[in-house]
Structures are given as C-alpha cells and as structure tokens.
C-alpha cells in the first residue's frame, strides 16, 4: 500500500513538473512574446491613428448606446447647458454607440450625429454663450492659431471645464469627427506626458500682452528706464521671481515667458489629460507621442481647398435617354453653378458648404449631387452625403442667393431652412 502511495505521488509530481517546465518554456519562447500593436509600429500616422480608432471601437456594437439629446426649439444657452451635462456625466464609456435626437426635428442617423460634434467644436473654437467666467462669452482657448493655449480662467477650472473638453475631444477623435485644430505644440509634450521633450514655446504662444510687453523689454539690447524697471518688476513681484538686474534680464525674460506659457496652465493641462484617458484617447498619445500632432493638428493643415472637395464629387447622370433635352440643359448649368460655386469659395465659405453637405467639416469618401425640379433652394441628405440642388436657379447670381440662404440654415438644425 505504501509503495503504491509513493508511485502515485512520484507520477503526480512528475506531471506536475512537466507541466511547469512547460508553462516556463512556452513564457521563455519567442513565439509566447506580445506581439506588437499594429498602431505602433504603422509608419504614416494617420493611418496609425485609425488603426487605433478601430482597435478601441473593437466590442462597440455589443454595448448600449450613449443618448444625448438637444432641443432645437430651446435658447443657444440651454442646449450648452445639455452638452455641458452630458460631458460631466461619470462613469460613461464613451466608446459606446452614440445616438443624437433632436428635439424639433424629424431627422435621425449620422448625419445629425456629425452635426453634434460640429457644434461641440465650434464651442471649443469660438466659446460658450453661457457666461461662465463673468466676462460674457466664455472661451475655453486663447491666442491666435496653431498658438491657441488653454484659458486660466479660474472658473472654469474649479469647475473641471477641461476634463469635459478632454471628454470632447476624445469622443470627436473616436467617433471620426472634427479635431480640434491650432493648440500650442508647446502643450504636446505635456499632453504625451513625455519626461524627455522639453516644451518648446515662443511668444506667440502667450496670449497675454502685459507679459508680452515685459519679455520684449527683457530680450531687447536697450537700457530700461525707470518706468520700463517698474513694470517688469511688479509682474516678477507678483510671480515670486527677483526683480530685473543687468546680470539676469535673459534668464528672467524666459522664466517670465516659461510661466506665462507654461506654468499657469499646468493643472488645465492635467484636467485635459485626465478627459483624454476617460475616452481611452491618452494611450494613444501617451506610447506613440508622435500621434498627438494627429489628435491635434495645425489649423493650416484643415484649410479647404477647392480641389479638395471636387475630387470627391459624384455628379448626376441622366437617368434616361428620354430625358427632356431642356432639363438636361438646365441640369448641366446648375451643377457648373455648383463647380464655379466649390471653384470661388474661401476656405471658410467651403468648409460651411461642406458642414451643410455632410453634417461637419470632415471630407467624406464620395460628396453626391442631385438636381431636382420640385426644389427652391439646395437641400442636404447628411446621412448620405448627397446635396440636391433646385433645377429653378437660372445665373450663378441665383445660384449663390439660394446656396447661402440654404447653408446658413445648419445653424438651426436639419429642414428648417
């Protein structure tokens, strides 16, 4: 009985041990080594970008949707009020499906979606109605493009403004939307969390002309007067800086410019960050910081150019033989209309063309063109990317009138021209 306990012992820890060994060799293999994600390693960034996108979209069609819903028929201050609340709300998993109702409107599907994220771009662009700061209008951002730096307003700090513009952003970028165009690069490094690329900043960077007006007196050759001292001392003062000498106005001059770049937007930066992670963005920029001029690009890299827009045009054909030779005379004047139209355009005349067209300003693969006899002014089927112009328009002179009128009307939502 002995012997015989012994010898199932002895077999148990054989298989045991073969067992670990090959755990231990299958962990010490090659083969058993994490391969690496493809988004690293794909050289074009955009691409990368994309590659990522999908990676954490994998499982969103098996969760249940994200709903936000904005009344069309209420003031511009309270449809803030419910972007505002949908971008606080914790514990949101915001690479759901997202579904976008507009109250007052009949219309469904993406293309109100891309209107969705148009509007919360534009307010990260050009500022809230809602008087958050006590100075009017609200603006989250100051500067000048592909200059543009975080507000310190004190307000919207206490009030975690730039986590929920972190959350915007990230669900834009996940959802293919517009990007947020012309922050600083100074921010990129921080943005990264990159500890070896130091933040190259400028004075373009600082969006306040009383520091603007001390660094410039520091970098010049000139002797400061009494006046020019005074100025620049209270600022270094008021900072806990020494005041200006003959032996430090270089080294004082960059730290002033450090500061008023830098180091007063610090904890807006963390806020943004912390958005950034909750839309499970910050990875992205986080292991590949190169991709954080993806997530945020130039503003002169968005420009639209004419070309740009009728390379992706699929324009009609007749459908027939039979078609009335006068319809078809009439069809071809109003889509050359519509050429001359995309040909003459600015870059923002185009880019609203195209927000009315599509629903945002964001190129899709195909921009379809349909004329149609029972129309009086350009209508747009977002969902579809197709724009339907009225056969009625007969000079470019009409042509442009109705076009405007019609692409004005996105500011009110969809068929309420």
Request: proline share 6%; hydrophobic share 40%.
């Amino acid at each position: 009985m002995a012997a015989t306990m012994s010898e199932d012992n002895a077999e148990r820890e054989e298989r045991a041990s073969t067992s670990l060994n090959a755990v231990f060799s299958a962990s010490t293999s090659p083969s058993a080594e994490p391969a690496i994600e493809e988004w690293k390693i794909e050289p074009d960034l955009e691409s990368a970008a994309r590659i990522y996108r999908r990676q954490i979209l994998k499982n969103a069609d098996d969760k249940p949707d994200l709903v936000v819903t904005l009344d069309l028929h209420s003031c511009e201050k309270d449809r803030e009020r419910e972007m505002l609340a949908f971008y606080k709300r914790p514990n949101v998993d915001w690479t759901s499906p997202l579904t976008v109702k507009l109250k007052g409107d009949a219309a469904l599907g993406d293309g109100v979606k891309r209107h969705f994220f148009t509007l919360i771009m534009e307010k990260l662009h050009h500022g809230f109605e809602l008087d958050i700061d006590n100075c009017g209008k609200t603006l989250l951002f100051n500067g000048e493009d592909d200059h543009k730096v975080p507000s310190t307003s004190r307000a919207l700090l206490d009030g975690d403004l730039f986590r929920v513009v972190g959350r915007m952003i990230g669900h834009t970028f996940i959802n293919e939307g517009p990007l947020y165009s012309g922050l600083s690069p100074a921010f990129f490094p921080l943005l990264s969390g990159s500890k070896d690329d130091t933040p190259l900043f400028e004075l373009k960077d600082c969006p306040d002309t009383d520091v603007i007006e001390v660094v410039s007196l520091l970098e010049s050759q000139n002797e400061l007067n009494q006046n020019e001292m005074d100025n620049i001392n209270n600022l270094a003062i008021n900072w806990d800086l020494p005041a200006v000498s003959n032996s430090n106005r270089r080294w004082l001059a960059e730290t002033i410019l450090h500061h008023g770049v830098i180091g007063r937007r610090e904890k807006q930066i963390s806020q943004l960050r912390r958005g950034l992670k909750d839309t499970g963005v910050l990875r992205m920029i986080k292991e590949r910081r190169s991709l954080t001029a993806v997530l945020f690009p130039r503003s002169s890299a968005l420009l639209m150019e004419p070309e740009m827009i009728l390379r992706k045009v699929i324009w009609p054909e007749p459908d027939s033989d039979d078609e009335a030779p006068l319809n078809l005379e009439q069809s071809c004047d109003v889509t050359a209309f519509l050429r001359e139209y995309i040909q003459t355009g600015s870059p923002a005349e185009l880019c609203e063309l195209l927000k009315f067209w599509t629903g945002w300003a964001v190129l899709p693969q195909h921009l379809y063109v349909e004329v149609s006899p029972d129309l009086s002014l350009p209508v747009a089927s977002t969902c579809l990317t197709t724009l339907k112009l009225p056969l009625r328009c007969r000079t470019f002179l009409a042509f442009t009138q109705a076009m405007r009128a019609a692409v004005s009307s996105t500011r009110f939502g969809f068929g309420l021209i």
